[in-house]
Each structure stands twice: as structure tokens, then as C-alpha cells.
């Protein structure tokens, strides 16, 4: 239950703020830079608190993150919902990782958050080509 309720609470943070983000405070390019701060910190940040697995708060937030891919709040993109899925699931293992190997899951979110800022600039990039983003 409690890995359930901490993939909620990331999932609400990250919702929250990506939308603030994004619709009120309308930062350039905070896709890329912002939002997978506050998504590696909503995640790993939850787990921690709710004391249950990061690598599993993770993949149940890329599954939420799937949902909203598949029910096109935006695009119903089949394959956005997939790799969100095995994106989180990453981000998730880099985090446990390094965070095990260090002992500071600070260093594991970074970590994480670096990939995850890699990633983001990689899809956007292919979007924007593709003209489905402006």
C-alpha cells in the first residue's frame, strides 16, 4: 500500500508542477530541464518518504505517465506511452544504483535526472522534427 500511495503522491507532484511549469510560469525549454528535476525528486523523494522501493515507485509512475499517453490528452501516442514506461523503469534503476553504490540518494536522483534531461532533449528533438511540437 505504501508504494502505491507514494507513486500517487509523485505522480500529483509532478503533475502539479509540470502544469505550473508549463501553463503559468512558462519557462523556455522547461520540458527538457525542469521537469525531470522535479520528476526524479517527485519519485525517489516518495519512495523515500512512504519507505518503499524506488525502482518500483518509478515504473508504477511511468505506467500513470502511459495512461495519459494512451487516453490523448494530447496525441493518444501508443509508442510515447511504451517508452514512458521503459524511460521511468530506467530512471528508476539508475537511481537505485547509484544510490546504493554512493549511499546518498542525492547523487541517485542526479544521476537519474541527467539521463532522464538527456532523454527529454532526444524526444523533443524528434518531435519538433517531425512537426508534431512548435
Not at 512512504?50 to 505506467?63: D, E, N, Q, W, Y
Not at 521511468?88 to 546504493?100: D, E, M, R
Amino acid at each position: 500500500m505504501r508504494l502505491v500511495i507514494a507513486a500517487l503522491a509523485a505522480t500529483s507532484v509532478a503533475l502539479i508542477a509540470n502544469r505550473t511549469l508549463r501553463d503559468h510560469i512558462k519557462i523556455p525549454n522547461a520540458l527538457v530541464w525542469l521537469v525531470p528535476l522535479v520528476e526524479e525528486t517527485a519519485k525517489s523523494g516518495s519512495a523515500v518518504l512512504f519507505g518503499t522501493s524506488i525502482p518500483a515507485v518509478h515504473v508504477l509512475f511511468g505506467l500513470a505517465e502511459s495512461v495519459h499517453d494512451i487516453l490523448g490528452f494530447e496525441t493518444q501516442d501508443v509508442i510515447a506511452a511504451l517508452l514512458s514506461i521503459l524511460g521511468h523503469t530506467l530512471f528508476g534503476l539508475i537511481t537505485y544504483l547509484v544510490s546504493s553504490t554512493t549511499g546518498h540518494v542525492v547523487w541517485g536522483i542526479t544521476a537519474s535526472a541527467v539521463v532522464h534531461i538527456g532523454w527529454n532533449w532526444i524526444a523533443l528533438r524528434g518531435i519538433r522534427h517531425r512537426g508534431d511540437l512548435h
